[in-house]
């Protein structure tokens, strides 16, 4: 992507604010820890101090956040998981939407989807199912989902010939969203029929970026079938934000891909960074959030503080 892309992909995209956790090597600290308030995050600009926010007086109606990105493999699950427990340890009713035909969601919270006979698939492609009776109770308190498994890959085929095809998540969510504040929708990495129901169905995108160069090159074309989507089905959708993930601040790579990113697309990205650590494959072999399997370490802090500043930027209650 070169520098007349990357700008017209800034010009494009709608403004937003954003927090931040980690800090980079050169302010001293580890990779991932926070700094005090007001100096340099990983991110370069000054962290601001995100309180931590009030008990809800009432639950609902739920915003819907699409986790989108059609690249592979640069955290849209974990973030999904994370940041779903750390707005339910704030007190948010949560609904997590497993939306991706290879259940990773599903089997990282400990729901035996390939064992299951009705799951969203079923939601999507057949009339008579109460989604209440879908729902799945995770471990942890507030959170739930709407699980998935490979039979998903047939609903895109399936649905081609419906009436009002890009619409049909968001009929299908309809009924339980005044039971929730958040439904984090975990898309699968391409931009086909099914993220393209997610999109239509959501108020707002978060786009998690891996930091490494090639992973810029597709933000792009994400934002155009955004723009696409605002303008033709889904005119509340916005960009909520772009949050750099599997940051390493002992690599020049890393902060080099930050600074670039921020450089273009400016408060639109999160100051809050997420570190590689290992923990995060060992919290999904246990089945949980890391904020369960390890409540104290920085990979917990980092989502509790993107769960604070998703609330302060106003993406969630």
Not at 20 to 25: E, L
Not at 192 to 219: D, K, Q, S, W, Y
Request: hydrophobic share 40%.
């Amino acid at each position: 992507m070169d520098s007349s892309d990357i700008d017209a992909v800034v010009t494009s995209m709608q403004t937003s604010d954003g927090l931040g956790t980690s800090a980079n090597g050169a302010s001293g600290h580890l990779p991932g820890t926070e700094p005090p308030a007001g100096q340099p995050g990983p991110t370069g600009r000054p962290l601001p101090t995100f309180p931590e926010p009030p008990p809800l007086a009432s639950h609902g109606p739920a915003r819907v956040i699409a986790m989108c990105n059609q690249k592979g493999g640069v955290g849209k699950t974990t973030t999904t998981i994370n940041l779903g427990a750390a707005l339910a340890e704030y007190g948010r009713r949560v609904l997590l939407v497993d939306f991706d035909p290879q259940g990773a969601l599903s089997v990282g919270l400990g729901i035996p989807a390939h064992q299951l006979d009705v799951t969203v698939y079923n939601l999507l492609t057949e009339r008579g199912h109460d989604i209440r009776d879908v729902i799945q109770r995770t471990k942890v308190e507030g959170l739930d989902v709407i699980p998935a498994n490979i039979d998903l890959s047939a609903a895109e085929v399936q649905l081609v010939g419906e009436v009002a095809r890009e619409q049909i998540l968001a009929r299908v969510l309809r009924p339980v969203l005044d039971d929730y504040d958040v439904v984090l929708i975990d898309c699968q990495p391409s931009l086909g029929l099914l993220t393209v129901n997610a999109l239509t169905a959501a108020h707002g995108v978060l786009i998690p970026l891996e930091c490494e160069f090639f992973a810029m090159r597709g933000v792009a074309l994400l934002v155009e079938t955004i723009e696409k989507i605002t303008d033709r089905l889904n005119p509340r959708l916005q960009v909520d934000g772009i949050l750099a993930t599997m940051y390493d601040g002992r690599t020049l790579h890393s902060k080099e891909v930050v600074a670039s990113v921020v450089e273009h697309f400016g408060e639109r990205v999160f100051h809050t960074v997420i570190s590689r650590t290992v923990k995060f494959p060992d919290a999904t072999l246990a089945a949980e959030p890391i904020t369960t399997y390890d409540s104290t370490h920085k990979g917990a802090g980092a989502y509790r503080q993107l769960a604070r500043e998703l609330i302060a930027r106003g993406g969630a209650a």
